[in-house]
């Protein structure tokens, strides 16, 4: 086998997409878009998944997805199990799938503690997916191919790559390792595509072909200079990088969020103060109940311990306080509710409104409303969770499944069940004496105030607490006799 550091001069005609998940196929799907003389054909082991794809119910929610995937299936897009065939086909091979972080033989990624699974000196990076995919391009490769990095790997993984196709590859074959990473934000990946920011190719010296080539994919719609390229180690750890300063901001006005509510000065103000600067800007710079999803708290274990194997203590230990501010934040606002309501939520009703760990998307994954939930059932509250698009047995499924997850329960028919999904915020606040808004929906800033209070019990005051700064008129709602707690702000009685 032969590892070369570039490829033929012919153009790219298709594209192999390893990993049919959040990352691969609506990537997959915009660059289809973009893209008409070019074949894209997405390919994963899961044959329900793939179904899923060719299907009318797709199996990831983004807005806009659907009409772009209806609109390229089955001309120059194709969803397939047949994974060699479409490899062996391909100029370009892109790996998207899962990298979790490796197994602690502690709790979950998502369960409890200070640090939300992650040691003190982090996590490394579960790497077999991706060694996976190399064996089976090594193998299924037939010309000249590039292989690109689109899963979210540490710094250095490249090499790991560039080894297995060496050792593994048919004699003659001809390969080409490039880092594209993913700067999707979930609930607005297809605009992230259509619009990216930038797009990083990293590879190592000698293979500026290969980096042009897959450049000029992009180029159908991305302009030149949003298009970065750079060394490949760089483009790994520029990913890390990116999620951890995003991660870094939401800890930060956390963190100033907890000196508002013990001095009385209002967090949304002192985030409006600090935007103005244009040094620091406006983004990410919401209080909340603390960031969750499938990267934030994985990225920034696996920086911590690739800080930690390079012998850097205390820069791992600053990036893990990050994770620690975070666990900080989501147990504060957990027992802020549990205080304020007497100590004791034993068989009180608490509606917890938004079960995803953001606005715009069905992921719950790491969710920071499922530790405000668990701390909540811990102290004897019956739940009423609604949430407008995460299914209801992965919400059962989260709270480490109080009661059988069967629709019956889903539905909420059943008195014996502590916790129960509901259709609408209105369901799950009727009999509530306790509100938790936890997921910014849209439709959580348009709620009537008024019909809900009707629904809340009076006996004893009903409370509001507000984790996501949705509430825009406290003055009303206390109006009608709610008592409301606003993270980032000291609640005033009123006279």
Known sequence: MVYIAQTTEKAVTHVCCIGAGYVGGPTSAVMALKCSDIEFTVVDTDAKRIAAWNSSSLPVYEPGLDEIVRSVRGANLRFTTDIDAAIGAADIVMIAVNTPLAPSGAAADDAGGDDGGCTPCGRPTDLSGVEQCVMRIAHAARGPTIVVEKSTVPCKTGDVVASILLRHGHVGAEFVVLANPEFLSEGTAVRDLLDPDRVIIGGQRGTERAQAALAAVYAHWVAPDRIVTMGLWSAELAKLASNAMLAQRISSINAISAVCEATGADVADVARGCAADSRIGDKYLGASVGF????????????????????????????????????????????????????????????????????????????????????????????????????????????????????????????????????????????????????????????????????????????????????????????????????????????
């Open 292 to 495: 969750g999803g499938s990267c934030f708290q994985k990225d920034i274990a696996s920086l911590v311990w690739l800080c930690h194997s390079l012998g850097l203590p205390e820069v791992a230990e600053y990036w893990h306080q990050v994770l620690r501010l975070n666990e900080y934040q989501k147990s504060r606002f957990a027992q802020r509710i549990v205080h304020v309501a007497g100590g004791s939520l034993a068989g009180r009703r608490v509606a917890c409104l938004g079960f995803a760990y953001k606005a715009e998307t069905g992921d719950a994954r790491n969710t920071p409303a499922a530790a405000v939930c668990r701390t909540l059932l811990a102290h004897g509250a019956q739940l009423a969770v609604y949430d407008p698009k995460v299914p209801a047995q992965s919400i059962i499924e989260h709270l480490g499944d109080p009661c059988l997850a069967t629709e019956q329960h889903a539905e909420g028919n059943t008195s014996s069940c502590r916790v129960r999904v509901c259709k609408s915020a209105y369901q799950a606040m009727d009999g509530a004496c306790v509100v938790a808004i936890l997921t910014p929906w849209d439709e959580f800033r348009h709620i009537d105030w008024k019909r809900a209070a009707s629904l809340l019990l009076d006996a004893p005051q009903p409370f509001v607490f507000d984790g996501q700064l949705v509430v825009d008129d406290v003055g009303e709602l206390e109006g009608l006799g709610l008592q409301v707690h606003v993270v980032g702000r000291r609640h005033v009685t009123s006279e």
